[in-house]
């Protein structure tokens, strides 16, 4: 099952870093495999604990969180909330005994097209290594009972 | 002046210049045409791969501009035109324009494509420099505006044989017209702007280059089309004899520039250093490791805001080689190599061989530049730059006709965009009486109430041409979306974008009930404003309307698996309709202006923005710190170009003081700023009492100061001066410089260092300056200049000649060898340096030495950056919105800034970037209110527990806790200050906050089919 299995990724991605190097890594023809979905929001700040954690709870196998660069936050300083909201998600996903690499934080400006298709790449990878969520893989049996 | 004031202007020129004048006039109240004489706007910008020094992609920041050029409604594009002629006077003038037949129909052409496909012949593709190929039939690049095909004449297969017309068979929509003819247009207009840009320097002919001759010796523009991801390789580091990737490459600087020659011209071009770094460090972000690459150069020119530090960056941490030397030749080596001469520094021969190698052409103006001159009546200067005066930098010699860009003098893209803005305030100061006489407002039908309606949702996917569609199986992506859930229509298009489908989907709208959009296509950066305009044509609220980005984040990225980005368009769909059935209709956020500006700084740069805006009709406060007006102009001699200063800066001050609308507050001190934009409240004190100043916009004018020093025994000796201090001395005592037998100035004292890596700009002409008037004044006295790399750029590079023709002495020396100075034994003082070209250490003895210390910013600077959460940069130095694009704005709406306190600049500078901050801010003073951003963040009170974690993490004071009776403390948002990054909602435990358009349970539908692959 592994062999074949393709993971679910979201990227919660800013509008003026992250999202505008994914539209690069287009106009410049990159290419990153398909299991990334993009979810645009204003800033990454925006990204609160619940909505990473709705993301795997939903059946994502990975998630991760692309804003500005530190220090080029368009909003000062949204992305380094939202790294200390993915730290905290880490954290919780391992006390849930689960691989806390399933959720990440990346930086980058909206000139790096291709780090963000490298992101992608990597990302892909790591979860493909990880293998299906184990949300996905067990079907919570019990909690519909509760 | 006429009386018969004319509310419009024409903008000759469609490049970046031409495009910001356009924009700002239009966003003013004017009418605009802009003239382009080649069928889309863009210009050179358009062409270049990366912008310096921030690399950002040069079309990804172009491309909104065109958009919004195309889409504006009080602008008039007419391209393949030019001027004939001007009669009239400012305020009333009639141009002639010509127009060419593009012999297809804008109003049909979708631009799909068909007419070059079918089209059999092949010429050069100019905009690819050659290096490929487009039909006769074509648009010169992909993000052309207007999209509009164009049929060249000059290489048709009909008008030369008189049969063929395949493009007119194949056309879908019937665009193709063979029957256009040229059209005269007598235009009427107010004001006319010159922005026709530069020609690229041609090397052909020129043999000690080869170029022509040598297949792998390139010009630097040919350079940027072979970096460019959409240029002829798609981005792949090739050279042109063998499509090899090269291992080494040369740049070779100052091709056209700086050269005496008659097929060269003696100014310096001012941009070629910046640029040629930047082509270095992106060819070797394109190569990867092992790219050899070498800049052979004269003096590194890196004298901009930030350029520094590239400039450092690149030779100590990516290992660009710079090699001080001018190449005398470049002959053919084995397989298409090149073999480049020259002497180094230490005399000794070098001879390098390259794979290829890149020829720095500088700027010049086109005969047809020239020409155009020449009919307008405006006079140019000996290298056929219009010429200007230092305290009116954008105005003609011809009255109501302007200038922008590299037609006054080389310059950089922000230099060339806060000369377009000056030009337009220039000219809105004249129109001022006709302002809104001749633009329209866009109305919209009122639009339909939707809270509480079932949704009924149209989905609409695009092909893009093949863009989308020849990867993504779009007639199933189309069925998948009509199996969602309240999808009642789908369809999919060939351009969605085109004005015939805006008008079908108003159309659907219409017909099908349709109460939310989805759009499938390209993505929302460039697009989304188009759709949600057409939402609100056909009577929906803008905010009704998702995207979902199937272009750039799907088919162009998978490229290699169609079937997998069709089910990634499928999912992207369902995303959006997730979301957009659970969007909600916004109101927009209208808040009052107050049409009154306050200027922090009556140097020139703020007198200028005062006058102009006074001049538009404004009331200004201006206010000084100092007991009187003028800054540090007051001690300024001249202008480079030899204007002597204190006449025109005092005919500037009289206009100030005198101008009814100007309000002048000296020995004034900013003790607080309260507000935002278009209502903001300032607290200024001064001898007479506290004032507080109601203005709904602030430009930051605050100046800069030369640095206090004790190096080279500034302070210990009084021998030692700084800047205009020495002159002063000997207008105060003539005996001492009737004594003094030799002068010494040292450069880039504090500037330059690791502690204050950038270049201060304006010191080495200075010092050039300050030397020639001591020449002349005593032609025996020996006058030295110790500098790092001389850095009189642009057409004050003649100053250095003509210095270095009196005999004055440039001694170079480096940042790790200073020179020494000593008082010696008669009291006067000795320099011990190393000169590289004798290799000896030298001693000279001089009565006086003078210092051109670093430019830094004031004291006051931080505390009014803190006032108005503006930034700063790592130098003290404002931060403007955009290095490139908006060189006078901030991110924060209604703030503005000019002159010192941006970065070093000489007062012509300062002047059009004081000009430049007026047109931005006038655009916000002429509306009686503004629209602010809607998508703000709400606070649900009765879930509050007043714990004030929003307000702690609100980085703009736009979420505050207030008291509440009987309940303690309650968050309440400031929507005016908001800037809707949603921290808050996300920082709120309580739930209690929740962001418009971003709401959470918007964001988890989404998520949630997202995630439910």
Redesign the interface.
Known sequence: MSDAFEP?I?AFCCKYCA??A?????????????NI???????T???????LL???E???DGVYVAGCMEGDC?????NL?ALK?VTCVKKTLAELGMEPERVEMFNLS??M?PRF?EIAIEMTDRIRKLGPSPVRRQPQPEAAAE | MTENVIGSAMVVGGGIGGIQSALDLANAGFFVYLVEKSPAIGGVMSALDKTFPTNDCSMCILSPKLVEVGRHRNIRLLTLSEVESVAGEAGNFTVTVRERPRYIDVEKCIACGKCAEKCPRKVKNEFNQGFSERKAAYVPYPQAVPLKYAIDAAHCIYFEKGKCRACEKFCPTGAVNFTQTETLHHIDVGAVILSPGFSPYNPAGVDRYGYGVLPNVITSMEFERILSASGPFEGHLVRPSDHQEPQKIAWLQCVGSRDIREDAHGYCSGICCMAAIKEALVAMEHAGSGLDTAIFYMDMRTHGKGFEQTFNQAREVAGVRFVRARVHSIEPADSHDLKITCFLDSGELHEEIFNLVVLSVGMEISKETRQLAEKLGVAVDSDGFAATSGFSPVATSRPGVFVSGAFAGPKDIPQTVVEASAAASASAALLAQARNRLTHERTYPDAMPVSGQTPRIGVFVCHCGTNIAGIVDVPSVRDYAQTLPDVVFATNNLFTCSQDTQQSIRQAIVEHGLNRVVVAACTPRTHEPLFQETLQEAGLNPYLFEFANIRDQNAWVHQKNPEAATQKARDLVRMAVARVSLLEAIEPLKIPVNPVALVIGAGVAGMSAALNLADQGFEIWLIERESQLGGHARQVRQIWNNEPVQPLLSCLIERVQNHESIHCLTGAEITAIDGFVGNFSTKVQTHQGLHTIAHGAVILATGGQPLQTTEYLCGQSGRVTTWHELEYLFDQYPEKLASATGIAFIQCVGSREPERPYCSRICCTASVQGAIRLKEKKPELRVVIFYRDMRTFGQREALYQKARGMGVIFIRYSAEDKPVVEVDAQGGLLITALDPILDRRLQIPVDYLNLATAIVPTEGQKQIAQMLKVPLNDDGFYLEAHVKLRPVDFSTDGVFVCGLAHYPKPIEESVAQGQAAASRASALLVKESIDIAPIVSVVDESRCIGCGLCEASCSFGAIRLKKVTGKGYRAENISALCKGCGVCAAACPQQAIDMKHFRETQILAALCAGAAA
């Open positions: 679910t979201i999202y505008a994914a539209d690069l890594a287009g106009s410049m023809r990159l290419s990153y495999p398909a979905k993009i979810s645009q929001v204003p800033c700040g925006r990204v609160d604990i619940v909505h709705k993301a795997i939903d059946g994502a368009h909003f000062v300083s949204g909330k909201r909206s000139a097209g298709a």
